[in-house]
Protein backbone atom coordinates (compact mmCIF):
# COMPACT_ATOMS: atom_id res chain seq x y z
CA UNK A 1 0.00 0.00 0.00
CA UNK A 2 1.31 3.84 -1.03
CA UNK A 3 2.30 5.91 1.69
CA UNK A 4 0.03 9.04 2.23
CA UNK A 5 1.85 11.76 1.12
CA UNK A 6 2.71 14.52 3.47
CA UNK A 7 0.37 17.95 2.76
CA UNK A 8 3.77 19.72 2.41
CA UNK A 9 4.75 17.49 -0.61
CA UNK A 10 1.44 17.66 -1.84
CA UNK A 11 1.12 21.53 -2.20
CA UNK A 12 4.28 21.67 -3.49
CA UNK A 13 3.12 19.31 -6.08
CA UNK A 14 1.12 21.53 -6.91
CA UNK A 15 2.97 24.05 -7.50
CA UNK A 16 5.59 22.45 -9.56
CA UNK A 17 2.01 21.09 -11.60
CA UNK A 18 1.18 24.58 -12.21
CA UNK A 19 4.58 25.71 -13.34
CA UNK A 20 4.25 22.72 -15.86
CA UNK A 21 0.81 23.81 -17.19
CA UNK A 22 2.19 27.53 -17.45
CA UNK A 23 5.57 26.09 -19.79
CA UNK A 24 3.37 23.72 -21.45
CA UNK A 25 1.27 26.35 -22.88
CA UNK A 26 4.17 28.78 -23.24
CA UNK A 27 5.28 26.00 -25.63
CA UNK A 28 1.56 25.14 -27.24
CA UNK A 29 -0.17 28.90 -27.94
CA UNK A 30 0.02 30.14 -31.18
CA UNK A 31 0.32 33.69 -31.94
CA UNK A 32 -1.28 35.10 -34.68
CA UNK A 33 -1.86 38.54 -34.22
CA UNK A 34 -1.24 41.28 -31.09
CA UNK A 35 -5.01 40.29 -29.92
CA UNK A 36 -3.87 36.68 -29.12
CA UNK A 37 -0.88 38.06 -27.20
CA UNK A 38 -3.28 39.47 -24.72
CA UNK A 39 -4.63 36.37 -24.22
CA UNK A 40 -1.66 34.70 -23.86
CA UNK A 41 -0.11 36.69 -21.44
CA UNK A 42 -3.86 36.59 -19.69
CA UNK A 43 -3.55 32.79 -19.38
CA UNK A 44 -0.14 32.90 -18.26
CA UNK A 45 -0.76 35.65 -15.67
CA UNK A 46 -3.65 33.41 -14.17
CA UNK A 47 -1.14 30.52 -13.64
CA UNK A 48 1.02 33.51 -11.78
CA UNK A 49 -1.60 34.09 -9.57
CA UNK A 50 -2.32 30.77 -8.99
CA UNK A 51 1.17 29.92 -8.10
CA UNK A 52 1.46 33.06 -5.67
CA UNK A 53 -1.77 31.48 -3.52
CA UNK A 54 0.17 28.50 -3.36
CA UNK A 55 3.20 30.48 -1.78
CA UNK A 56 0.83 32.36 0.60
CA UNK A 57 -0.60 28.82 1.71
CA UNK A 58 2.28 27.02 1.94
CA UNK A 59 3.68 29.96 3.89
CA UNK A 60 1.26 30.02 6.48
CA UNK A 61 1.04 26.16 6.94
CA UNK A 62 4.40 26.40 8.12
CA UNK A 63 3.78 29.01 10.35
CA UNK A 64 1.31 26.79 12.09
CA UNK A 65 2.88 23.49 11.63
CA UNK A 66 5.03 21.62 14.59
CA UNK A 67 6.57 18.97 12.87
CA UNK A 68 7.88 19.12 8.98
CA UNK A 69 9.14 16.35 6.99
CA UNK A 70 12.20 17.97 5.85
CA UNK A 71 13.69 21.51 7.57
CA UNK A 72 11.10 24.61 7.55
CA UNK A 73 13.20 26.51 5.80
CA UNK A 74 14.32 23.97 3.03
CA UNK A 75 10.85 23.93 2.39
CA UNK A 76 10.05 28.08 1.99
CA UNK A 77 13.31 28.27 -0.39
CA UNK A 78 12.29 25.42 -2.55
CA UNK A 79 8.89 27.40 -2.49
CA UNK A 80 10.61 30.57 -3.15
CA UNK A 81 12.74 28.85 -5.74
CA UNK A 82 9.92 27.74 -7.85
CA UNK A 83 7.96 30.89 -7.56
CA UNK A 84 10.75 32.27 -9.30
CA UNK A 85 10.26 30.15 -12.45
CA UNK A 86 6.62 31.01 -12.91
CA UNK A 87 7.51 34.91 -12.35
CA UNK A 88 10.19 34.39 -14.83
CA UNK A 89 7.60 33.13 -17.23
CA UNK A 90 5.08 35.64 -16.33
CA UNK A 91 7.82 38.30 -17.30
CA UNK A 92 8.40 36.77 -20.78
CA UNK A 93 4.85 36.83 -21.81
CA UNK A 94 4.29 40.27 -20.29
CA UNK A 95 7.51 41.17 -23.08
CA UNK A 96 5.90 39.72 -25.61
CA UNK A 97 2.84 41.34 -25.80
CA UNK A 98 4.27 44.90 -24.37
CA UNK A 99 6.46 44.52 -27.66
CA UNK A 100 4.25 43.12 -29.79
CA UNK A 101 5.99 39.97 -30.61
CA UNK A 102 4.02 38.07 -33.12
CA UNK A 103 6.57 36.15 -34.83
CA UNK A 104 8.83 34.43 -32.02
CA UNK A 105 12.12 33.65 -33.51
CA UNK A 106 13.28 30.13 -33.61
CA UNK A 107 16.15 30.90 -30.49
CA UNK A 108 12.83 31.86 -28.00
CA UNK A 109 11.32 28.45 -29.38
CA UNK A 110 14.32 26.68 -28.65
CA UNK A 111 14.05 28.30 -25.42
CA UNK A 112 10.63 27.59 -24.57
CA UNK A 113 10.84 24.00 -25.33
CA UNK A 114 14.12 23.90 -23.34
CA UNK A 115 12.48 25.36 -20.63
CA UNK A 116 9.07 23.29 -20.63
CA UNK A 117 11.26 20.47 -20.45
CA UNK A 118 12.87 21.58 -17.23
CA UNK A 119 9.99 21.98 -15.61
CA UNK A 120 8.72 18.64 -16.31
CA UNK A 121 12.17 17.18 -14.85
CA UNK A 122 11.49 19.51 -11.77
CA UNK A 123 7.87 17.94 -11.42
CA UNK A 124 9.14 14.76 -11.37
CA UNK A 125 11.93 15.26 -9.42
CA UNK A 126 9.36 16.95 -6.52
CA UNK A 127 6.92 13.78 -6.89
CA UNK A 128 10.17 11.94 -5.90
CA UNK A 129 10.75 13.83 -2.64
CA UNK A 130 7.09 13.19 -2.14
CA UNK A 131 7.77 9.50 -2.31
CA UNK A 132 10.73 9.77 0.21
CA UNK A 133 12.65 8.31 -2.81
CA UNK A 134 15.40 10.82 -2.70
CA UNK A 135 17.82 9.16 -4.69
CA UNK A 136 16.30 9.42 -7.99
CA UNK A 137 16.51 12.81 -7.63
CA UNK A 138 19.64 13.83 -8.68
CA UNK A 139 19.22 12.71 -12.59
CA UNK A 140 16.45 15.04 -12.69
CA UNK A 141 18.76 17.73 -11.35
CA UNK A 142 21.59 16.48 -13.90
CA UNK A 143 19.24 16.68 -16.51
CA UNK A 144 18.12 20.31 -15.44
CA UNK A 145 21.75 21.45 -15.45
CA UNK A 146 22.58 20.26 -18.49
CA UNK A 147 19.26 22.39 -20.54
CA UNK A 148 20.37 25.20 -18.41
CA UNK A 149 23.99 24.59 -20.02
CA UNK A 150 22.26 24.77 -23.15
CA UNK A 151 20.49 27.36 -22.66
CA UNK A 152 23.72 29.73 -21.64
CA UNK A 153 24.96 28.56 -25.38
CA UNK A 154 21.57 29.65 -26.62
CA UNK A 155 21.90 32.75 -25.17
CA UNK A 156 24.87 33.59 -27.05
CA UNK A 157 24.52 32.49 -30.21
CA UNK A 158 20.90 34.20 -30.33
CA UNK A 159 22.41 37.56 -29.37
CA UNK A 160 25.40 37.31 -31.71
CA UNK A 161 23.07 36.64 -34.53
CA UNK A 162 20.74 39.68 -33.71
CA UNK A 163 23.31 41.97 -33.61
CA UNK A 164 24.72 40.73 -36.70
CA UNK A 165 21.15 40.19 -38.44
CA UNK A 166 18.81 42.76 -36.99
CA UNK A 167 19.22 46.83 -38.27
CA UNK A 168 16.50 47.92 -35.72
CA UNK A 169 17.91 49.32 -32.82
CA UNK A 170 14.71 49.15 -30.69
CA UNK A 171 14.18 45.47 -32.22
CA UNK A 172 17.56 44.49 -31.04
CA UNK A 173 16.71 46.28 -27.51
CA UNK A 174 13.64 44.28 -27.30
CA UNK A 175 14.78 40.57 -28.25
CA UNK A 176 17.93 41.31 -26.14
CA UNK A 177 15.47 41.87 -23.03
CA UNK A 178 13.64 38.85 -24.01
CA UNK A 179 16.32 36.60 -24.73
CA UNK A 180 17.76 37.64 -21.46
CA UNK A 181 14.97 37.02 -19.50
CA UNK A 182 14.31 33.47 -20.91
CA UNK A 183 17.94 32.41 -19.70
CA UNK A 184 16.83 34.01 -16.30
CA UNK A 185 13.92 31.26 -16.37
CA UNK A 186 16.32 28.46 -17.14
CA UNK A 187 18.55 29.63 -14.20
CA UNK A 188 15.46 29.50 -12.26
CA UNK A 189 15.57 26.17 -12.89
CA UNK A 190 18.58 25.31 -12.47
CA UNK A 191 18.49 26.97 -8.90
CA UNK A 192 15.60 24.46 -8.06
CA UNK A 193 17.59 21.67 -8.67
CA UNK A 194 20.49 22.61 -6.65
CA UNK A 195 17.85 23.16 -3.43
CA UNK A 196 16.69 19.75 -4.28
CA UNK A 197 19.97 18.37 -4.32
CA UNK A 198 20.46 20.08 -0.91
CA UNK A 199 17.54 18.67 0.59
CA UNK A 200 18.55 15.16 -0.90
CA UNK A 201 22.09 15.54 1.24
CA UNK A 202 20.30 16.77 3.93
CA UNK A 203 18.24 13.90 4.26
CA UNK A 204 20.03 11.06 2.80
Same mark, same amino acid.
Request: with cysteine.
Given at each position: ?7 FAL? /??? *??? !?IKE??? #? #? ?16 ? *?????AKG ?8 ? $?? !? !? ?7 ? $? ?12 ? @? ?14 ? !? ?24 ? /?? @? ?6 ? @? ?5 ? $? ?7 ? /? ?20 ? $? ?8 ? @? ?7 ? /???? *?????
Open positions: MAKKKDKM /LLD *VTN !NAAQ #F #FYDYKISNTRDLKVFYDK *VKEHEDTFVHTITK $EL !N !NAFITPIER $EDIMLLTMTLDDVI @DGLEECAAGFEMYSIV !NPTEHMKSFVTAIKNMTVEIDQAVEL /LA @DKKLAGIH @DHSIKIK $EYESNCDHL /LRIAIKELFAVEKDPIKIMQYK $EIYEILEDVA @DYCQSVANV /LETV *VMKNA
